[in-house]
């Protein structure tokens, strides 16, 4: 009897999804919960497990393609079985669209309504395939490859005419083939475009003020050498990181200003403690968040964060996972980066960025003195934090790192 694959919801308030890559062809023999796709959201990529073992006997929804969850992507079932009309899609993927409904705008469709100057008139033209006739990112994003563009920039928005300069369509918008032969073209993924739009969304709404500020670490360095076998005989490899966002759980706690929001009715603070932790993919940068990181031992942030960055790399991260952060920590010292001014992950309030461990001379008693050292960068957003308090939850961290309990 065949079987149908489901677009799952990926998500309580995830209700659709793009079908990213299929991993199985037509004819391919499929084991139960072997991955079978890939499915995209603006958050994560999962790959989706067989419901059943058996034969790919048909797909029904193309790469590419966004759909609502319990749409049918495919059908598994017997070599050379029929497939029978159960099996074909809903009807809400085939029927016309309903007219699409405005009242209902998601962040990132009215953020792109408003960076490309979207008038009523052209929306009133779109037919929504959201829920309700809601528009959705892929409607604008189809629209405006066949939107037509305007055959001369007005002279008011061109550079040099005292007028502040206002890009058209026609100069955002990529050209479709390379203008010279050593040019290629590379198109956004989902994921990279969704980077792109958070990472300049936070430019724009948080004035950032990078504060730098140097940790010793050997007391932790010890730590970790007298202990590290003892994790591992419990199956967690125990990182540098782990010890980072102790000491981020400890600031925050004594700090509780930066676990918070700006709002114009006010300052949101966060009761939970929620570490994101962000983690290089070879899609882009995912941040899986450590919920209530303040109630884990070292033992428990360890165990977590293995997870959390295992399942980020290969794409078995749920939506809700990289949901409900409250601060955020990037450990670019991996690759050997001293520091840099990481930016904020919006409506978090900071981001702290975390450098290389190196062994340096410094001064200590007047005496120079060989230690292993960590250049600690916390950005933050200062509509909400002063200099002072941001250089004052630093050296908060800075001292539980120093000050480290053996």
Not at 105 to 127: D, K, N, Q, S, Y
Not at 159 to 170: D, I, N
Not at 209 to 237: C, I, N, P
Not at 359 to 370: C, F, G, P, Y
Request: no cysteine; proline share 6%; charged share 20%.
């Amino acid at each position: 009897m065949a079987t149908n694959v489901v677009m799952p919801q990926l998500g309580e308030s995830v209700i659709e999804g793009t079908v990213g890559k299929w991993l199985k062809q037509v004819g391919d023999r499929v084991e139960q919960y072997e991955p079978m796709l890939e499915v995209i959201t603006d958050k994560v990529t999962t790959e989706i497990p067989a419901p059943a073992s058996g034969t790919l006997l048909q797909i029904l929804i193309g790469e590419g393609a966004t759909v609502k969850a319990g749409i049918v992507l495919a059908v598994i079932g017997a070599p050379g079985e029929e497939v029978t009309s159960a099996a074909a899609p809903s009807p809400a993927t085939t029927a016309a669209p309903a007219r699409a409904s405005t009242t209902r705008l998601t962040p990132v469709v009215a953020r792109m309504i408003a960076e490309h100057h979207i008038t009523e008139a052209e929306l009133a033209t779109l037919r929504g395939t959201g829920e309700g006739g809601r528009i959705t990112k892929k409607d604008l994003e189809n629209f405006l490859k066949t939107r037509a563009r305007p055959t001369q920039v007005p002279a008011w928005e061109q550079p040099g005419t005292g007028e502040l300069f206002r890009p058209t369509e026609e100069v955002l918008q990529p050209v479709a083939t390379p203008t010279r032969g050593a040019e290629e073209i590379i198109p956004l993924t989902p994921i990279r475009r969704t980077i792109a739009e958070h990472m300049l969304r936070s430019k724009q709404v948080a004035p950032h003020v990078t504060t730098v500020h140097e940790a010793d670490m050997s007391r932790v360095l010890k730590f970790h050498h007298a202990h590290s076998a003892e994790f591992e005989k419990q199956g967690v490899k125990l990182t540098y990181t782990a010890y980072f966002v102790q000491a981020v759980v400890a600031a925050l706690k004594a700090f509780p200003l930066v676990n918070a929001s700006f709002t114009d009715e006010g300052i949101v603070v966060k009761r939970e403690v929620n570490i994101g932790i962000a983690v290089a993919t070879d899609e882009g940068l995912m941040v899986p968040v450590i919920k209530n990181a303040d109630e884990k031992s070292l033992l428990g942030l360890a165990r977590a964060i293995n997870d959390l960055a295992s399942r980020a790399r290969e794409k078995r991260l749920r939506p809700e996972e990289v949901q409900g952060g409250t601060f955020t920590l990037t450990n670019y010292g991996v690759f050997g980066s001293l520091f840099g001014t990481p930016i904020i992950h919006q409506p978090q309030a900071a981001i702290l960025g975390v450098g290389a461990i190196q062994k340096r001379a410094v001064v200590i008693d007047d005496m120079l003195a060989i230690r292993p050292m960590v250049y600690l960068a916390l950005t933050f957003d200062h509509r909400l934090l002063d200099g002072a308090q941001g250089d004052q939850f630093v050296q908060k961290i800075k001292q539980f790192l120093e000050e480290y309990p053996l």
